[in-house]
């Protein structure tokens, strides 16, 4: 009876510490930094921050979100992180079981969330991430059943094609670089781990979305009507939702009509 309450703890609390790593990833990668050394540091005062204080969720909290040294505040995201990662874990772990499906979408979570709080910040999707998850994404297809060989191929060719023609299509018309080719990436990264047929719908679904925050965001600020938002995180979000109610979501989609 215990492993029913330690086993899916564990998971959380290990997923957590991944989390702890993809914070580091968030704040290194755009600024060309090494993510294995130095250790990690506080951004203010750069002192390295010591083990004891690094516990996931548990020492921003015990800390009072502040540096030990010299009191400057860290952002809530580090803790949200965190959390995010260990609630991610935990939930493809409901959903997949200890299987290799758990860990492979888990590392595409991974991946997604590193992708979305660094296009946040900074409006970039580094191809450091995206191009290896596109071959990491295809050799997984050989032997997990998320996607075949032949979907995962054909994942690619569609997710990497059809945003590149939208953007073309876009920048032809308004004269101006609406999608990146970042995005373009992330896309074949999405196709080649969950195959064609998650492409349509993560497309579909992140434009959806974009349309619905963004029409709501230049509502709020008026001047600002050329502030571009970033279409990664849509394309993040929308690809986990895949993962969790792709099936139903389609089925619900499709038989819309007949209500
Ligand atoms: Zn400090």
Redesign the pocket.
């Known amino acids: 009876m215990a492993t029913l309450v330690y086993l899916p703890l564990t998971i959380f609390l290990l997923g957590s510490c991944v989390g702890s790593f993809l914070n580091v990833g968030i704040y290194r990668l755009p600024r060309g930094l090494s993510i294995i050394s130095p250790r990690s540091f506080?951004?203010?005062?750069?002192?390295p921050i010591k083990p004891y204080d690094n516990i996931p969720l548990l020492s921003y909290f015990l800390l009072g979100g502040k540096?030990?040294?010299?009191?400057?505040r860290f952002s809530w995201r580090y803790p949200f992180v965190e959390a995010l990662t260990g609630g991610m874990a935990l939930a493809l772990f409901v959903k997949f079981g200890l299987s290799l499906t758990f860990f492979s979408t888990f590392a595409l979570s991974a991946g997604l969330i590193v992708i979305t709080f660094i296009d946040l910040d900074h409006r970039i999707i580094p191809d450091v991430i995206s191009l290896p998850g596109i071959a990491i994404g295809f050799l997984l297809a050989f032997f997990d059943s998320l996607a075949t060989v032949k979907d995962s191929l054909l994942g690619i060719i569609a997710g990497g094609g059809s945003l590149y023609v939208v953007a073309l299509v876009y920048e032809t018309l308004t004269k101006r670089e609406g999608m990146g080719g970042g995005d373009v990436k992330l896309l074949a990264m999405i196709g080649a781990w969950l195959g064609w047929k998650a492409i349509l719908f993560t497309l579909f679904f992140a434009s959806l979305l974009g349309t619905l925050i963004g029409g709501m965001v230049m509502l709020i600020q008026k001047e600002g009507r050329h502030y571009a938002i970033p279409f990664g995180p849509f394309l993040a979000f929308s690809a986990l939702a895949y993962v969790f109610f792709g099936p139903q979501l389609i089925a619900w989609y499709l038989n819309w009509g007949r209500f």
């Open positions: 506080c951004p203010q005062c750069q002192t540096c030990r040294n010299c009191q400057a």
